[in-house]
């Protein structure tokens, strides 16, 4: 597996006349970068990616004058046409660092979208979920009980509507089919109702119901209403109609890649990123209530 490199300094050959000069670069190990393209934008004068998480490691030497310069503003080179920026005038959280077989784990990201409680509620709200990976093992049967039903009432539901369709000869209605969505996928789903829904509730004032199949009904409205941002590789891709779109996608992860077209998962699940309005939001809750509780 291939492990990428964050590198801050220039590592450009030296020439003859300056080859015993020291070179100031430092370097650390990328596990796993996400950025919210649509919403952390570039600037168009430095081109530089702006992260909203960076989990990195390295040496203890490495880990002291890396995170000493990213603190100071400067890029952080991933290969000749990527590098990472993180602002100073963002609220950057900085973990305490962990000890790992590589020496020192740094945690970074943005605590307004990733954090469970938020100091304040802001409009639009903005939340990105991406839990540990080990928590699709300690799922509760209610959950996974849940979005198996609320999977299989849509499943017939769309089997009622091609059926119909097919009925109607003199209009011949085409329905699409329906997708085939696996264990691993509905586990991945229950998991992101929780702890999406859980966040929500931290940014605004409506009230969300708590009962699992009312979680995992909101996210299958949100990925139908293209309000759900994800990134490839998403389970929940195939209940949003859309195709898996390889090279655009919102929601960017850098990580080790096994493969050409896979990332390393380094313990957390793929990551969905929710932007609306709180008046969106609202209406949405209202009507998923109006429905679910009748």
């Not at 503003?73 to 920026?85: I, P, V, Y």
């Not at 979208?113 to 093992?137: G, I, N, T, W, Y």
């Not at 769309?158 to 209009?171: F, G, L, T």
């Not at 940014?203 to 009904?217: D, N, S």
Request: glycine letters at 4%; a positive charge.
């Amino acid at each position: 597996m291939k492990y990428p490199t964050l590198t801050i300094g220039d590592e450009a050959p030296l020439s003859r006349r300056s080859r015993h000069r020291k070179t100031r670069a430092f370097s650390m190990t990328l596990l796993r970068a996400v950025t919210w393209t649509s919403l952390n934008k570039t600037s168009k004068a430095t081109a530089y990616l702006r992260p909203a998480f960076l989990d990195i490691c390295g040496t203890e030497s490495e880990h002291r004058a890396f995170i000493a310069n990213l603190r100071e503003g400067r890029s952080a080179k991933l290969d000749n046409s990527t590098a990472f920026e993180l602002l100073r005038s963002e609220p950057y959280c900085y973990t305490p660092p962990q000890r790992c077989e590589a020496g020192i784990r740094q945690i970074i990201y943005l605590p307004d979208l990733f954090d469970v409680e938020v100091k304040s509620v802001r409009d639009p709200l903005q939340v990105v979920v991406m839990p540990p990976s080990s928590m699709l093992a300690a799922l509760g049967e209610d959950e996974l009980r849940a979005v198996q039903q609320v999977y299989t009432l849509t499943r017939k539901r769309h089997a009622d509507e091609a059926e119909n369709a097919a009925k109607e000869y003199w209009q011949r209605r085409a329905v699409p089919v329906f997708p085939e969505i696996d264990d691993a996928a509905l586990r991945y789903w229950a998991l992101v109702a929780r702890e999406l829904t859980v966040r929500l509730d931290a940014r605004t004032t409506y009230p969300v119901p708590t009962e699992p199949e009312f979680r995992a009904l909101l996210v299958q409205w949100l990925v139908a209403a293209g309000h759900l941002r994800m990134g490839n590789g998403c389970p929940l891709w195939p209940i949003s109609g859309r195709r898996d779109d390889h090279y655009r996608p919102d929601l960017r992860v850098d990580a080790p890649s096994p493969g050409w077209n896979q990332r390393d998962d380094v313990g957390y699940v793929v990551p969905v990123a929710l932007s609306m309005s709180q008046a969106e939001l609202g209406a949405a809750l209202v009507d998923l209530a109006r429905l679910y509780f009748a």
